[in-house]
């Protein structure tokens, strides 16, 4: 049983019973419990999304362009245009994740890696967070090295041109999105 969120009395409001895991697989794992409100007394079952927590990178060229990649995702059933990404592995820091996750999907690696932005993807339904990192002077050094159902094509895009990826609706992943607003609030650091 876990209590959470406290009112001004000190007295728990919501009380989650019963957890369970009900489908699992290699990528998330779906949990179920029942939760009370004691406000209203109403009780009911929920259900999360247990996921790693993952990583974007935001990474700059000497030339000041940011490297955007394309790659088919299953859930849109379309290429989608977005940044180096991917899980955390257990154990991993992020800005290491982010530096492996550069160097697999695009050959690329940078210098001054940081994180400039957290976020949790979906709090109603998801327990990870999602970190992005940045990297400035990133150059090729290899050929990038794709996981088995991966194929990326990568390339160093302006900030004019991303924008008006964004603003034409070619640019659609919301954690994407995200961690570009990040940099954009950033910029100043980043220069």
């Not at 996921?51 to 849109?76: F, H, M």
């Not at 794709?146 to 992943?173: V, Y």
Request: net charge negative.
């Amino acid at each position: 049983m876990t209590a959470m969120t406290i009112d001004g009395n000190g007295k728990n409001l919501f009380q989650v019973t019963s957890e369970s895991i009900v489908f699992a697989s290699p990528l998330f794992q779906v949990e179920a419990a029942s939760v009370l409100c004691r406000r209203s007394g109403d009780e009911q079952p929920f259900y999360r999304l247990r996921c790693a927590d993952w990583v974007n990178v935001v990474a700059q060229t000497p030339e000041k362009k940011i490297l955007i990649i394309r790659q088919w995702r299953y859930g849109s059933g379309a290429e989608e245009i977005e940044i180096p990404g991917g899980t955390i592995d257990a154990g991993e820091e992020p800005i290491k994740a982010g530096c492996r996750e550069l160097l697999e999907e695009t050959g690329y690696v940078g210098e001054e890696a940081r994180i400039i932005g957290k976020v949790c993807p979906n709090p109603a339904i998801q327990s990870n967070v999602v970190y992005t990192i940045f990297v400035k002077n990133a150059i090729a050094v290899q050929p990038p090295r794709f996981d088995g159902m991966e194929d990326i094509s990568c390339q160093a895009t302006s900030e004019e041109e991303i924008w008006r990826l964004i603003d034409g609706g070619k640019i659609r992943h919301g954690l994407v999105l995200n961690a570009l607003l990040f940099y954009e609030r950033r910029r100043g650091l980043a220069g």
